[in-house]
């Protein structure tokens, strides 16, 4: 596989068209095996998997031509056809070379030897060469499917992956595409593209998508992909962060970086897709601090990233550091960094050691735990956080926004539903910071359809000990209300303005209302960033749905 059109097009539309027939989908695919060996493989087992292969073997029936449209059913298919596929492409297993050339009747395996997908033997077998799975989604603009091609893992290497290793679609691609904000727009960056999921979800709605990345091998891959999907509207760039875009701004930047922290030591692997080259979380800084000079006005960043808590330091103050130390002539962004875990020194070496396909409690794993931990130790680091980030350069004005919060725990719509959340909040926010109070006052509010309202009584009293406010989507919070608070919000049915809302409840209170509105519009402002009051004339955020995807 090589990058810029040098692999034959017609040996790709090739390979899709038999894709297409075989209905390689995501659907088809859990039908022959089932739920619980679907399960299984994203725990990286395969026996279960295998096991529904071998009592399926004798139903394979004759070839019969399938539609291309996703489904989970194999109806209309070669059982036989797909099966092979999966064994071979997903599960990481050789077959006859025959049967590929059953499966794949126009590519063909030399075909598919050509592409890089397999190797053919003297003996007439066709042994991967590289991961081929389905991926489905459904976004703003419908539920839709890809077939995405990646380096095989350990599990069909059988030892640790390979430093140049290109990951394929794993658990942070599929949360940064759900936090993705899908706006329309010209221009997107996707900073350190990888395998180029993330190219190829902002596809959908931008008119060209830049995507780079400091590993060629990464590119040729990515480029495949989006060429086997038909996406003809991204760039592929080779080169380390913002080097290839200098001197150019885009309307949307992404990136999941390779922030995993790793040591600067003699015998640790520096994994390509995961290790930026750089000490401790310093690529994340650099990520942070290099976007407003790649956004245009109003344009928004979104990353994931690790950061270090120090002794004196801790995680999110370290960001907020980040955030301050700006170039001459930049005005700063707005800023809304969301931790969602925090690991231990010990647990975060574990889980990356493993990562690799290290086994634990070998000579090596040992070896490599210990360099971990002296490299924490010798820059005085406790714990790991881990989250997301959220940047905009304002489209007037300086920064009105700076939230850095830790949200752990349950999230209302999960980590691949909060792109319309992300979306709704930069609007409010922009919105509430425009308003003084008075102006607050005048306005119009409704509750979110997803709040609920939570009242803890003293047995035989009237009145509430604890009133608390629910969020049932977004990041699920729940925020503490006293009873004055809560009739507000109660009352919030946009009909009444707040001030007049707050003039009924003095009034009947028998209380002063000027008093009453300054101890509530606090709360009122915070509430309407978060998403639990609506204003009824914010301007539509046009971010009504994000990408939900599932891979093999």
């Not at 380390?240 to 390779?258: C, K, Q, T, Y």
């Not at 990520?287 to 979104?302: F, K, M, N, S, Y």
């Not at 850095?404 to 509430?432: C, F, K, M, R, Y």
């Not at 000027?514 to 309407?528: G, K, N, Q, T, W």
Request: with cysteine; glycine share 12%; hydrophobic share 40%.
């Amino acid at each position: 596989m090589r990058l810029n059109g040098e692999v034959p097009s017609e040996l790709i539309t090739a390979l899709s068209a038999d894709l297409t027939a075989a209905r390689f989908t995501v659907g088809a695919l859990t039908s022959l095996w089932g739920t619980d060996a679907a399960a299984a493989l994203h725990r990286n087992q395969r026996v279960p998997a295998l096991r529904a292969l071998a009592a399926r073997g004798a139903a394979a029936g004759p070839k019969t031509a399938g539609s291309g449209t996703a489904g989970a059913s194999t109806a209309g298919t070669n059982p036989g056809a797909l099966a092979t596929l999966a064994r071979v492409f997903v599960l990481g297993l050789p077959v006859p070379a025959t049967q590929l050339n059953d499966a794949l009747p126009q590519l063909g395996a030399a075909g598919a030897e050509s592409l890089g997908l397999v190797t053919l033997t003297t003996e007439g077998e066709a042994i991967p060469a590289l991961d081929l799975r389905p991926y489905s989604y459904t976004d703003s603009r419908g539920v839709g499917s890809w077939w995405i091609a990646s380096d095989l893992g350990e599990l069909a290497l059988g030892h640790a992956i390979p430093e140049r290793h290109v990951l394929g679609v794993g658990g942070a691609s599929l949360t940064l595409s759900g936090l993705m904000i899908p706006t329309q727009v010209d221009s997107v960056l996707d900073l350190g593209t990888g395998c180029g999921i993330q190219a190829l979800h902002a596809s959908r709605h931008a008119k060209r998508v830049v995507a780079t990345d400091i590993s060629e091998r990464a590119l040729e891959l990515a480029a495949f992909n989006a060429e086997l999907n038909g996406i003809t509207s991204i760039e592929f760039r080779l080169g380390s962060l913002f080097e290839p875009v200098a001197g150019e701004r885009f309307d949307h930047i992404i990136s999941n970086p390779p922030f995993v922290i790793t040591p600067r030591t003699a015998g640790v692997p520096s994994y390509e897709y995961r290790d930026g080259g750089l000490e401790g979380d310093a690529i994340v800084e650099k990520v942070i601090r290099g976007a407003e000079a790649h956004l245009t006005p109003g344009g928004v960043a979104q990353l994931l990233g690790n950061w270090e808590y120090r002794e004196g330091a801790q995680g999110l103050d370290r960001v907020g550091l980040w955030l301050d130390q700006r170039e001459p002539g930049e005005l700063g962004l707005d800023a809304w960094v969301v931790e969602r875990e925090v690991q231990s020194v010990t647990e975060y070496a574990e889980t990356w050691i493993r990562d690799g396909g290290t086994v634990a409690g070998s000579a090596r794993f040992d070896a490599l735990y210990g360099a971990w931990l002296d490299d924490f130790e010798r820059r005085g680091v406790s714990r790991v956080g881990f989250g997301y980030v959220t940047l905009r350069r304002p489209a007037t004005g300086t920064p009105t926004l700076r939230r850095l919060e830790q949200l752990a725990g349950a999230v209302g719509a999960n980590d691949t539903g909060l792109g319309p959340h992300i979306a709704a909040t930069l609007v409010a926010s922009a919105w509430v910071a425009g308003l003084d109070d008075s102006s607050l006052a005048r306005t119009v509010l409704e509750v979110a359809g997803d709040v609920t309202q939570e009242s803890h009584y003293w047995p035989g009293d009237e009145d509430p000990t604890a009133i608390t406010l629910h969020q049932g989507g977004g990041f699920a919070r729940s925020e503490p209300a006293g009873t004055v608070l809560a009739a507000v919000v109660g009352a919030c049915d946009g009909e009444l303005s707040i001030g007049a809302i707050g003039g009924a409840i003095a009034e009947i209170l028998e209380v002063d209302e000027a008093e009453l509105l300054a101890e509530v519009l606090p709360s009122i402002r915070e509430l309407v960033v978060t998403g639990m009051l609506s204003p009824t004339s914010v301007p539509s955020s046009n971010q009504t749905s994000n990408p939900v995807s599932r891979s093999v």
